[in-house]
């Protein structure tokens, strides 16, 4: 064969190839056999092999790469990617639809586009002059990830297009049910943690470093948006992009009004669970592109679409047993052991009974048939008990007395709905903790689930969250636990590596799981603090008042982070961290404040005009900072009415001149 014939033959296998990428990933028609693409895709290996000149980045041979990234870097959005409003109830359509119409000319017409609402990971696809060029994901709307080589792995997803032109793209990648659950097993067995959802298992997937693990997960896409287009209309733009080669989900559907977007609605009702993939939901749009710029955006959402959701879907089941989980605090949570039932597309055979009050407001008992339901990724919840059907001998259920896991003596916690493990050192406690330091929004330490983390503490290995790290340096011992192996205990060494430096001191405040902070007051402590040391060295006597001053942090949380780092128990755990080489990254340095307030600090006291949190928030926006109580250094005291005399004194003494509102109106320039 002489060059031009391979190159024309090289041309037509990776056409067909990806003809039948299209057929089978997008049109569920494949024109051929299995074995018949094999031999196309060997051909194409071969005839490459020969020629190595022919291998382009757009072959089907390239879409996988060589060597695992080191990490994924931002890339920005060149247009935002906004999210959607949410509607759940046709009355909320009807608003939706009643504030379009307001804001259109009145004799305006439109159409809308109704579409589903895919369950998976938005995502950006960028192609310059017909090449595949990026794949970035959502992150905050203005900048992702770029997940450009996850993205070439998904086969409906052309390498290269017809038209040569530059588009940017914008769909989801999800994964059909079947697949989910086959990956799901395979993750079971090796002791990872299954995906609660397929949203997980799609963004999870494309944040795999290694592509050849990326391009095992059968991902798929469906792009519903083509940004600064050249159409008229959505429908036509969808119709474009098929032309193109491009996936769709082919589900759209153009109605006339409102009414037609819900018959639409209650079709689909019907038709989803047919589907082979999850949607909670129809997209509804304008589908003339022409208005949208005048209906325009809200802080986060276009104004001419909306997301109607589903109601969760729910199941009936017999509970089978009522036990209680040890959360990290200790806390007790009642579990409801359910006779396994289909829901959602998943096996359901636990589910949340939150706490004492639920258990008894509900009065869930065993042996009842009771309504259980699913929403979003939480775990399943009994919903309601059908008394009707109680069997006679169904007894109340009693809270254990003592710790399902040590056995220690539980305690009830004054004004909460809950018993406690007051052992500290209750493995059920660490397990807990440890899962809750490891996960994204925490220490984000990959490969590591609940089945690996039972027999970590259960064989000694972790013995408090500080351990996790000096697991590299029992990687022998983790490789030879039940089902773990070399690959999986390299894989969690590489983990726990990575998680060591660079991570986010915020992140690392909320995995150590103190009682009441969340992610936002650990985002404020570690904007006061910076990192684990000046935390660990900032003066207990007054650590809870300094807490306090933080705007946002309330007493309950000065007093619990205060008592958390003052518990020897705790230091130690946190002291050994800091051995262990754990560097955090302190938060982005904030933009010096602008406004007529800046570098000046107020407290404000008595009654005022205004609710107190609003004139917090004015002071705020005019770049002032709020002071909860006069200290060193606070300018203002803005006493409203009917202030005690020891608040002035207390500003005389500390310098703090004492104003009136209508001082404090002139100074915001009002
Ligand atoms: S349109 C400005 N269409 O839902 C338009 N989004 O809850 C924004 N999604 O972030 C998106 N299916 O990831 C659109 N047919 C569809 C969709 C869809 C799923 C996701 C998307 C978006 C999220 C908003």
């Not at 079947?178 to 799609?202: I, K, S, W």
């Not at 949380?557 to 705790?570: L, M, R």
Request: hydrophobic share 40%; charged share 25%.
């Amino acid at each position: 064969m002489d060059q031009t014939e391979a190159r024309s033959r090289h041309d037509a296998l990776c056409r067909a190839i990806q003809e039948h990428n299209y057929r089978y990933y997008v049109l569920d028609a494949p024109a051929l056999t299995d074995a018949e693409y094999d031999k196309l895709f060997r051909e194409l290996l071969a005839l490459e092999e020969a020629n190595p000149n022919l291998v382009s980045p757009a072959s089907p041979s390239q879409r996988v790469g060589a060597a695992p990234r080191a990490g994924f870097v931002p890339m920005a959005h060149r247009v935002r990617m906004y999210s959607l409003d949410n509607a759940y109830t046709e009355d909320d359509l009807r608003d939706f639809d009643r504030r379009i119409r307001e804001r259109l000319e009145p004799d305006a017409s439109f159409h809308y586009i109704a579409e589903p609402k895919i369950d998976g990971a938005s995502i950006e696809v960028v192609y310059e002059n017909g090449v595949l060029r990026a794949g970035i994901t959502r992150g905050d709307g203005q900048t992702g990830e770029d997940v450009t080589e996850s993205v070439r792995t998904i086969r409906a997803l052309p390498l290269e297009l017809r038209d040569k032109r530059t588009f940017t793209l914008r769909g989801e990648v999800y994964i059909h049910r079947a697949d989910l659950a086959a990956v799901n097993r395979t993750r079971t067995a090796a002791g990872e943690e299954p995906f609660a959802n397929p949203r997980n298992a799609a963004s999870g997937s494309l944040r795999l470093l290694d592509t050849r693990l990326v391009a095992e997960r059968p991902l798929r896409i469906a792009l519903y948006d083509l940004v600064e287009t050249y159409f008229e209309s959505h429908h036509a733009m969808l119709q474009g992009l098929m032309e193109l080669g491009l996936p769709t989900h082919r589900e759209e559907e153009l109605v006339q009004d409102l009414d037609g977007a819900l018959a639409y609605i209650h079709r689909f009702e019907k038709r989803r669970s047919k589907l082979p993939y999850d949607t909670d939901g129809v997209v509804l749009k304008v589908d003339e592109l022409a208005l949208r710029p005048g209906l325009g955006f809200t802080a986060r959402f276009p104004r001419w679409a909306t997301a109607y959701k589903y109601a969760a879907e729910q199941a009936r089941t017999v509970v089978l047993n009522i036990s209680a989980d040890v959360g990290r605090t200790g806390a007790l949570t009642p579990v409801a052991d359910l006779e396994p039932v289909q829901l959602s597309g998943t096996v359901v055979s636990r589910a949340s009974l939150h706490n004492l009050d639920y258990v008894a407001a509900k009065d869930v008992r065993v042996g009842d048939t009771v309504t259980i339901q699913k929403a979003g990724e939480i775990i399943p919840q009994v919903l309601e008990v059908d008394f009707a059907q109680r069997p006679p001998d169904a007894a109340p259920w009693e809270p254990p007395d003592a710790c399902p896991v040590c056995h220690t003596k539980a305690v009830r916690v004054e004004g909460e709905a809950a018993i406690r493990c007051p052992n500290v050192a209750c493995p059920g406690r660490l397990k807990a903790a440890v899962f809750h330091f490891t996960r994204r929004a925490a220490m984000d330490i990959d490969h590591i689930g609940h089945v690996l983390i039972d027999q970590l503490v259960d064989q000694g290995l972790l013995l408090n969250l500080a351990d996790i790290f000096a697991l590299p340096a029992k990687r022998d011992a983790v490789a030879a636990l039940e089902r773990m192996g070399e690959k999986s205990a390299d894989n969690l060494v590489a983990a726990v590596a990575a998680a060591r430096t660079g991570r986010p001191f915020h992140r690392l405040v909320t995995g150590l799981g103190i009682p009441h902070v969340g992610t936002v007051a650990a985002e404020l402590i570690a904007d006061r603090y910076g990192n684990l040391r000046a935390l660990l060295d900032a003066d207990p006597a007054s650590l809870k008042e300094s807490l306090a001053e933080i705007h946002g942090i309330g007493p309950k949380i000065a007093e619990s982070v205060a008592a958390f780092v003052a518990d020897p128990n705790q230091r130690r755990v946190l002291e050994a961290i800091l051995e262990h080489g754990v560097e955090t990254v302190a938060p982005a340095p904030k933009a010096a404040p602008t406004g007529p307030l800046a570098g000046m600090s107020f407290c404000v006291t008595g009654t005022l005009t205004e609710p107190r949190e609003e004139v917090w928030k004015r002071i705020e926006a005019a770049g002032g900072e709020v002071h909860r109580s006069v200290k060193n250094g606070t300018t203002y005291l803005v006493a409203g009415g009917k202030v005690g005399k020891t608040k002035i004194e207390a500003a005389e003494k500390k310098g703090t001149k004492v104003i009136d509102e209508a001082a404090l109106r002139t100074l915001l320039g009002d």
